[in-house]
């Protein structure tokens, strides 16, 4: 990366800093102005509230009524892909990761609740003659449908779907596909009900 990359790069970190803290109406409004011109493609109704991180929005394309509360995480760096439909609401402090070439599609109509982890990657461990910190990363890939509700501390791990019109309960831990209209819960996540019965 050449110098004057190098100052631009840093110069839009700390306009994105900046922005996060803006409050009321008018911060939410430069806000959207703003990351709506960065992102790959966005619907207009977007709602950012404060403290909420965006990295690489360039790779994420977003949908319209999408509202993300204060202390939300999005990234999609290291060649990722990140696309989510549209009616889209990510409470606080959820963490939606498709980095180091993984990739996440949400369909429209989700819920995320509070302090919810996705993530379409995880560290390497197959060599254990070489620290874990050292073998990088393993893309993955996590595709949730339409009409989903994912309650609050949930963990999805990569290579796993999510069918439309799935519930996943609070605290429960995503290692496998879920069909559509199944509740899961637990850890890992067990189907416990069908929504249709």
Avoid at 6 to 24: K, T, V, Y
Wanted: aromatic share 8%.
């Amino acid at each position: 990366m050449n110098i004057f990359k190098m100052i631009i790069r840093e110069l839009s970190d700390w306009l994105d800093a900046f922005l996060q803290c803006l409050p009321g109406r008018a911060g939410s409004f430069v806000r959207r102005l703003y990351f709506k011109s960065r992102f790959r493609h966005s619907g207009w109704k977007l709602s950012i509230g404060r403290h909420v991180e965006i990295a690489c929005p360039e790779n994420m394309t977003l949908g319209n009524g999408i509202y993300l509360v204060s202390g939300v995480v999005l990234r999609a760096c290291d060649n990722a892909s990140f696309s989510v439909g549209n009616h889209f609401h990510a409470n606080g402090n959820v963490r939606i990761i498709a980095d180091c070439g993984g990739e996440i599609r949400i369909g429209d109509h989700v819920m995320i609740g509070p302090n919810t982890v996705i993530r379409s990657s995880g560290h390497r461990y197959d060599r254990p003659d070489i620290p874990m910190v050292e073998q990088g990363h393993k893309p993955g890939k996590i595709t949730i449908g339409d009409d989903v509700w994912i309650a609050a501390n949930v963990v999805i791990l990569p290579d796993v779907k999510i069918g439309s019109h799935a519930v996943v309960a609070a605290g429960a831990v995503v290692t496998h596909d879920v069909p559509e209209y199944a509740i899961v819960a637990g850890i890992p996540a067990k189907v416990i009900r069908n929504r249709k019965d």
